[in-house]
């Protein structure tokens, strides 16, 4: 009886050893820092007015940090599996790690297509782009931002899961473990040709007419005294300035009553500004005088000699000619001239 109940003891417990269960050890899961390695999610629009579509044809790849480990691996590693899930995305291609090296593997990856509702509107962070960026520029249109398109990073946008399961390595129970993280994403909102052809075509402007500045500005010419008292032969003198509004050549001449005529002289303007004219002096001896007065035919004239000078601008053409008089009368000793 003794020897019975002995070798059923023995027969109970190496059957329970055989058929523990397997236990999760550890299962930890992380999101990657930065963008190098988000996803990408494109975004289109159907109608050229908003963003309203995402491309559910557009294959992207999601990773995330992993440490994961069963208590017991069994014969040929198949006490593992692994399942990586994303909210409102289809899993289109092979998971990374495969079951057998789970516990050696930091990471875990595979590709997805966008499939539903994730929790997030792709679609919606693009219009609300949109909207910033219409009110940061008030001489773009939408659909100028729209024709163009932009990529958003944002952070935290769609929820990454791993499901893990330690199957027994004998007769036993499996054990289970699920983690999940939140993983950055770039959203592509994508550039529309509808919109492009929507944008507003700028009015032509006429050209404007390259409004002339005068070179001249102003002009002073006069004789030094107008009215000459003194002993002959006695000194005409005629002298002036020119203001110019910007940079260019003024060529100007001198002409008498009597027919006399300067050379032709010129003031160089490099910039706006004033500069003297050339004095212009003429000598009256007396026998011209009276010359001149019986010429003139004047005998009570208390002058001995009239004329005048003008000053005509050559160039720039359009100038009148500015003329100014001026009358001698010659006696036998100096007096004051007056003007």
């Not at 994961?68 to 014969?75: L, R, S, V």
């Not at 789970?102 to 929790?119: C, L, Q, V």
């Not at 399961?165 to 994508?190: E, H, Q, W």
């Amino acid at each position: 009886m003794r020897k019975s109940i002995c070798v059923t003891t023995v027969v109970l417990l190496s059957l329970t050893q055989s058929a523990l269960a397997n236990k999760v050890k550890k299962l930890k899961l992380y999101a990657l820092d930065g963008y190098a390695h988000a996803p990408v999610v494109k975004v289109y629009s159907t109608n050229g007015e908003k963003w309203n579509q995402i491309d559910k044809t557009y294959e992207t790849t999601f990773r995330a940090r992993l440490n994961a480990e069963c208590k017991y691996e069994g014969k040929g590693n198949k006490a593992y599996s692994g399942d990586m899930t994303v909210k409102g995305f289809v899993q289109v291609g092979k998971e990374d790690p495969i079951a057998i090296l789970i516990p050696h593997a930091n990471e875990t990856k595979a590709k997805f297509r966008f499939e539903g509702d994730s929790g997030f509107s792709a679609v919606q962070a693009c219009n609300t782009e949109l909207e910033k960026r219409l009110s940061q520029d008030a001489d773009l249109t939408k659909y100028h931002i729209l024709g163009k398109g932009f990529t958003l990073k944002y952070p935290a946008a769609y929820q990454l899961g791993y499901y893990l399961k330690c199957k027994p390595t004998g007769l036993g129970f499996t054990d289970t473990a699920r983690k999940s993280v939140k993983v950055n994403a770039k959203i592509n909102c994508m550039g529309s040709d509808l919109a492009k052809e929507k944008i507003p075509k700028p009015k032509p402007v006429p050209p404007k007419r390259a409004k002339l500045v005068e070179l001249i500005k102003a002009i002073k010419f006069a004789p030094k005294v107008k009215h000459i008292v003194g002993k002959c032969p006695a000194q005409v003198e005629f002298n002036g300035s020119i203001t110019s509004n910007r940079p260019g050549t003024v060529e100007y001449q001198y002409l008498s009553h009597d027919g006399r005529e300067s050379p032709k002289l010129k003031l160089k303007f490099d910039k706006k500004g004033t500069k003297k004219l050339r004095v212009w002096k003429r000598t009256i001896n007396k026998a011209k005088a009276k010359d001149a007065f019986a010429v003139a035919g004047n005998s009570e004239s208390k002058f001995d000699y009239k004329g005048w000078y003008k000053l005509r601008i050559l160039l720039p053409k359009g100038h009148k000619d500015i003329k100014k008089d001026y009358s001698l009368k010659c006696v036998k000793t100096n007096q004051t001239f007056k003007k």
